[in-house]
C-alpha cells in the first residue's frame, strides 16, 4: 500500500454516525475505509466539475471572440424561452 499519514478529523455529529452506521452495518472494514472511499468519490466529481467549468470557459471565450468579430444575432427572449420549453417538454416526453 502507498505511504499512509495519520490525520485526525472532526466531524459533525450526524456524519460521525453514518460513518459508523456503515463500518457497524459491515458495508466497510474501518472508517477509515468509508473516508478514503468518500475522497475518492469527491475526487472524481471535482475532476468532472472542473472538466464542465473549463468547457464553460472555452464557450464564453468563443462567444465573446464571436462578439468581438461581429458574429451577432438579435437577442429574442421569447424565442429563447419557446426553444427552452419545447426542449424540456421534448425531454419529459422521451424519458
Request: glycine residues 6%.
Amino acid at each position: 500500500m502507498a505511504d499512509i499519514e495519520r490525520l485526525t478529523i472532526t466531524l459533525p455529529t450526524d456524519m460521525a454516525a453514518t460513518i459508523k452506521d456503515a463500518v457497524e452495518g459491515g458495508d466497510y472494514a474501518s472508517a477509515s475505509e468509508v473516508v478514503r472511499a468518500a475522497l475518492r468519490d469527491w475526487k472524481l466529481k471535482r475532476a468532472l466539475q472542473l472538466q464542465e467549468l473549463e468547457a464553460l470557459k472555452a464557450d464564453i471565450d468563443k462567444g465573446l471572440a464571436d462578439v468581438a468579430a461581429g458574429r451577432v444575432k438579435k437577442f429574442d427572449a421569447a424565442k429563447i424561452i419557446a426553444r427552452g420549453r419545447k426542449l424540456l417538454a421534448d425531454r419529459s416526453t422521451s424519458t
